[in-house]
């Protein structure tokens, strides 16, 4: 999901830099409607580095899992709608699968939003899961061979 809203993220960040940039500049010659138009920069700007900073923090750590952390293999048990979260008027998908960790426990796993429609034909097949060698509860349902 993080990758579809980056762009938009990325727009209000370029977009306040330019506003604050310029009535900054002007502001300080000309007239208090100019430190208006530089504080609204300056939101637009807040409004797209810090989803981005977001974005990019949660995108390291998923990295950081694949790299560092155990990989399990799960079956996909359920793929079901998230309600508590809408995107343009839709609601997003999410895996959920079960899968042993290293203790040998049962353990389910719940991937991350996916905002494309996922086929039930997916139930019952396997997914890799990488889990956190130091905190098991963080982890990472690799869904990237199901999403395109």
Same mark, same amino acid.
């Given at each position: 999901?993080?990758?579809?809203?980056?762009? &938009?993220?990325?727009?209000?960040?370029?977009? =306040?830099?330019?506003?604050? $940039?310029? %009535? *900054? !500049? +002007? @502001? #300080? &010659?000309v007239t208090p409607f100019?430190?208006? =138009?530089?504080?609204?920069? $300056?939101? %637009? *700007? !807040? +409004? @797209? #580095?810090?989803?981005?900073?977001?974005?990019?923090?949660?995108?390291?750590?998923?990295?950081?899992?694949? !790299?560092? @952390?155990?990989?399990?293999?799960?079956?996909?048990?359920?793929?079901?709608?998230?309600?508590?979260?809408?995107?343009?008027?839709?609601?997003?998908?999410?895996?959920?699968?079960?899968?042993?960790?290293?203790?040998?426990?049962?353990?389910?796993?719940?991937?991350?939003?996916?905002?494309?429609?996922?086929?039930?034909?997916?139930?019952?097949?396997?997914?890799?899961?990488?889990?956190?060698?130091?905190?098991?509860?963080?982890?990472?349902?690799?869904?990237?061979?199901?999403?395109?």
């Amino acid at each position: 999901m993080s990758k579809q809203l980056k762009p &938009f993220f990325l727009v209000f960040t370029i977009l =306040g830099g330019i506003a604050f $940039a310029v %009535f *900054l !500049a +002007v @502001g #300080i &010659f000309v007239t208090p409607f100019a430190l208006i =138009g530089c504080a609204l920069g $300056a939101i %637009f *700007l !807040a +409004v @797209g #580095i810090i989803p981005l900073a977001v974005i990019s923090r949660k995108a390291k750590a998923r990295e950081a899992l694949i !790299a560092d @952390g155990y990989r399990i293999d799960a079956v996909i048990r359920n793929i079901e709608v998230n309600n508590a979260v809408t995107v343009n008027m839709q609601n997003p998908y999410r895996i959920v699968c079960e899968g042993r960790d290293q203790t040998g426990a049962e353990r389910v796993f719940v991937s991350e939003n996916i905002l494309q429609r996922l086929p039930s034909t997916l139930e019952g097949e396997a997914v890799t899961v990488y889990v956190s060698r130091q905190d098991p509860q963080q982890y990472y349902v690799d869904v990237r061979r199901f999403v395109g």
